[in-house]
């Protein structure tokens, strides 16, 4: 990896607006950083897509990522951090560092969430590949996970962002059994911190909610850091690409990005 340079951007890509949770974090964290950012919208959710074609997309941005010259590529999305992370770490590690969402989110929940009672939300596809269940239960430390699919949210999040529209679907999907005296939960899919606190309210804000764009953000400058790849001068360029044109995109990226943003359309399928 020794041929990159700290000014380098970073890549991120999503299906859609949740990735700039993770994104807005990282900015946050490290704002020299020049950020890419793909929201492939043309597919968006990646939740109720098979693995394999989820594959497909991911190793396309990937590659799209790699000619914007990123030092470092992360999978902003649940979905694809199960079904394709080993892929693209396959295909592309030579040329980029790659991360996922999902490792920084265990390596959370075992130093903080020993023999505790958790719950995960996250889209069909995340809950179905049991990525975090084995994760956790290879850590051994007593955590006791329940897991329900809310297949829809993210696509009305991506409609509605925060509004009221989305309370009734949280009281049904967060209803369940298994979400039942939990210590903590997990929020599984990048656009779930966007309702955040619509979700702390449901549980009286009476249990941790755990976000995974703080731990990610984390992730990424320790990672950077010891590849000494960290950019602590830059004026932190952000650059923000489309694969369709949405306006929820479009005004979701201003929920995060006051600046002007921007947004370019990028018809990687065409």
Known sequence: MSDHTPSQPIGIFDSGIGGLTVAHAIVKQ????????????????????????????????????????CKLILIACNSASAAAYELVKEYIASQAIVMNVIDPVVHLVRDNYSNKNLGLIGTRQTVNSNVYKKKIDNLNCGIQLNSVATNILASAIEEFGNGKAIDGLLEEYLNHDSLKNLDALILACTHYPIVKEKIAKFFNNKIDIIDPSEAVANAVQKHLADEKLLNKAGVGTKQFYVSDYTESFSSGTKLFFDDTISLEHYPLWE
Request: proline share 5%; no cysteine; aromatic share 10%.
């Open 30 to 69: 490290l704002p020299h950083e020049n950020i890419v950012y793909f929201g492939d919208t043309a597919h968006l959710p990646y939740g109720d897509k098979s693995a394999t074609t989820i594959q497909a997309y991911s190793i396309k941005i990937a590659h799209m990522l790699l000619q914007q010259q």
